[in-house]
């Protein structure tokens, strides 16, 4: 799970939609209507915000990260 966000997010390329879409995919995988009651979400509005076709607020993000049981982490770049 954490290894297929990680992939997702290099691939990315900073389209958050692409992003929401590859959490989606996990939240899917996992179960949404549960992940939505962990995340304090209704499950029609997780779809919404998973769905790949709109970048969701960085809010729900990390609602959903850790309704998942992942920790986001920040790194330096090096270029």
């Known amino acids: 799970m954490a290894a297929y966000l990680e ?3 290099e691939e990315a390329d900073g389209d958050a939609a692409f ?11 996992k179960g ?10 209704s499950r029609e509005s997780l779809y ?7 970048s969701p607020s960085f809010d729900t993000i990390l609602k959903v990260i850790g ?11 090096h270029t």
Do not use: T
């Not at 879409?21 to 996990?26: M, Q, T």
């Not at 919404?48 to 709109?54: D, M, N, P, Q």
């Not at 309704?67 to 790194?75: F, I, N, R, S, W």
């Open 48 to 54: 919404k915000a998973l769905s790949g076709e709109r």
């Open 7 to 9: 992939a997702c997010l």
């Open 32 to 41: 949404m209507a549960q992940v939505a009651r962990d995340a304090g979400l």
């Open 19 to 29: 992003v929401a879409k590859a959490l989606g995919d996990i939240a899917r995988a």
């Open 67 to 77: 309704a998942l049981g992942l920790k986001l982490h920040a790194q330096a770049s």
